[in-house]
């Protein structure tokens, strides 16, 4: 069956510092990834996707590369800030079949001043 | 600009009794879904639906019913409640169509006692 597995956290960072949360997968075919961030109290919401292999998914400074040949879908930011601070999830989907969403476990990032 | 609304937010049960949550969105989509969020387990699929009047099993179906008799709601129910359905609920809904983003309301969270 499909699968994705994070790192596992809490991940506490100082404000400026480099992120990278990693996400790997197992899914047979082609499914598209994605990150989902839930703020505290608060549903999940989507950070960026990427359909297909070598796309890149960016938003909000954040990005992610499709790695089909590693199953790889890390998440990275050049300089966190404290408003950052949520859980991150990976997942993958396939079209058809009702979109499915198979999540990760989820990361906790913390960014302190 | 309501999305995905989730009724009740917070619900206190005792074991054995019953309740129903429900799930209404108001952007005309035709993929619902109910998730359950669990302590370093991520977000699981209980049931989804992609259309009025159909309902399917989704990875952790058992003590949960759900119904889709409206476009726009997605009800689910607990006919005997156990304590280990205590969790936090997500009602999700998304667009028919190719890698589309998935919407979640702000969740409920359910403690069976």
């Known amino acids: 069956g499909n699968s994705v597995t994070q790192m596992e956290g809490p991940v506490t960072l100082s404000e400026e510092a480099f992120l990278t949360i990693n996400c790997t997968y197992t899914?047979?075919?082609?499914?598209?990834l994605f990150w989902y961030v839930q703020y505290p109290g608060e549903g999940l919401q989507l950070l960026l996707k990427?359909?297909?292999?070598?796309d890149k998914g960016s938003n909000k400074g954040f990005e992610a590369t499709y790695r089909k040949e590693t199953t790889s879908f890390h998440l990275e930011k050049g300089s966190v800030q404290v408003s950052d601070s949520a859980v991150y999830f990976c997942?993958?989907?396939?079209?058809?079949?009702?979109?499915?969403?198979?999540f990760g476990t989820g990361t906790q990032l913390k960014v302190e001043l | 600009n309501a999305g995905v609304t989730q009724t009740p937010k917070f619900r206190v049960l005792k074991t054995g009794q019953s309740m129903t949550l429900l799930c209404a969105q108001d952007?005309?989509?035709?993929?619902m879904y109910w998730y359950r969020q669990d302590p370093g387990m991520g977000l699981r699929l209980i049931h989804y639906?992609?259309?009025?009047?159909?309902?399917a099993k989704g990875e952790v179906p058992d003590g949960y019913n759900v119904s889709r008799l409206k476009k726009q709601n997605f009800l689910l129910g607990l006919e005997s409640a156990a304590p280990s359905q205590t969790s936090v609920y997500f009602c999700?809904?998304?667009?028919?169509?190719?890698?589309?983003?998935?919407?979640f309301g702000q969740g409920t969270r359910l403690t069976v006692v």
């Open positions: 899914a047979t075919g082609y499914p598209s």
């Open positions: 997942a993958l989907s396939y079209t058809g079949g009702g979109n499915k969403l198979t």
């Open positions: 999700a809904s998304s667009y028919q169509g190719r890698n589309t983003e998935a919407f």
């Open positions: 990427a359909t297909k292999a070598d």
């Open positions: 952007m005309n989509h035709e993929y």
């Open positions: 639906s992609v259309g009025e009047g159909t309902t």
